[in-house]
């Protein structure tokens, strides 16, 4: 009778146990839950921060962005006017020298030659400390290009001479147009990148004296559509010297000589003009004139002007 009495209390007591562990269980699930709610609308809340942040940065480069655009546009405009400026001094310019205040002179060879020869020139240049403005044609430049890479690493200027040495009075415009594109693409083979040059020297002056003068604006307008512009010289030894001996004994008197400041001396990859070249260098020096190249000599006089 008692075990009978004692036992329906007994599972009213686990029956309370198991609700009670039950309940507690929901308790930490339903404050676990809004725990993890409050936790993700923190989340949500910086989320939402970050994102007006980004908007807002989005907005200031749009806004940034519009403005550099209209800068761009403005720039632009003034670029193509400057170029249409440029192209019409390019085309009205002939430089047969630089600024008669400088000390500087302007050293030009042209054409090309053999190894021996050219790795001589660049010697000189180099036991000098002088840059100089060469003027190869293109057919040469072909033939030994690590020369002529060589010269621009060790920081001389190249001039567009042509690819044949074509005289331009005796060819058509888009003949002319040929040789001076052949000449860029040899020179851009030989460096391995496209190069600029500023600098055209028409062979033999051809199409440039006076006697031409007729053609020579025709001549000045292909050139400049290049980005070129013609450069003659005003100390040179072909025509000076065709009735002498041209030792290089007579080159470097004659040069030293007529050279003054700004002057352009043209001389050539030949024996003669490059044993000269050295005794060319230091009779300069030690008259206070300064060996250049041609763009050293340019700026020179756009700093005086």
Avoid at 5 to 23: D, E, G, W
Avoid at 63 to 78: A, C, G, P, T, V
């Amino acid at each position: 009778m008692v075990n009978e009495y004692y036992m329906p209390k007994r599972k009213q007591k686990k029956k309370s146990a198991v609700r009670l562990l039950f309940f507690l269980f929901l308790l930490v699930l339903i404050i676990a839950l809004v725990i993890y709610g409050f936790k993700q609308y923190l989340v949500i809340n910086s989320l939402q921060s970050d994102l007006d942040s980004l908007n807002e940065r989005i907005r200031q480069v749009e806004q940034e962005n519009k403005r550099l655009q209209e800068e761009f546009d403005q720039i632009y405009k003034e670029n193509i006017e400057l170029l249409e400026e440029n192209y019409k001094l390019r085309s009205s310019t002939i430089i047969y020298h630089g600024n008669r205040n400088t000390n500087k002179v302007a050293i030009t060879i042209d054409d090309g030659a053999g190894e021996e020869l050219l790795s001589r020139t660049l010697n000189y240049l180099r036991a000098h400390n002088v840059k100089a403005t060469l003027f190869p044609m293109g057919s040469w430049v072909d033939l030994k290009p690590e020369i002529w890479r060589r010269a621009v690493e060790e920081g001389h200027e190249l001039g567009n001479h042509t690819y044949s040495h074509a005289f331009l009075t005796t060819i058509s415009e888009e003949r002319i147009r040929e040789e001076l594109n052949r000449w860029q693409q040899s020179v851009d083979e030989a460096l391995g990148y496209q190069y600029k040059t500023l600098y055209f020297r028409p062979p033999g002056m051809d199409g440039f004296t006076s006697t031409q003068s007729s053609r020579t604006k025709r001549f000045q307008e292909i050139i400049a559509e290049k980005g070129m512009v013609p450069i003659l010289w005003d100390v040179e030894l072909v025509y000076a010297l065709r009735n002498d001996v041209a030792t290089p004994a007579r080159i470097t008197e004659h040069v030293l000589t007529n050279a003054r400041g700004g002057s352009i001396v043209l001389l050539h990859f030949t024996p003669n003009d490059i044993a000269a070249l050295p005794h060319i260098l230091e009779g300069l020096r030690k008259r206070g004139l300064e060996p250049c190249s041609l763009s050293e000599l340019l700026l020179a006089e756009f700093k005086a002007s």
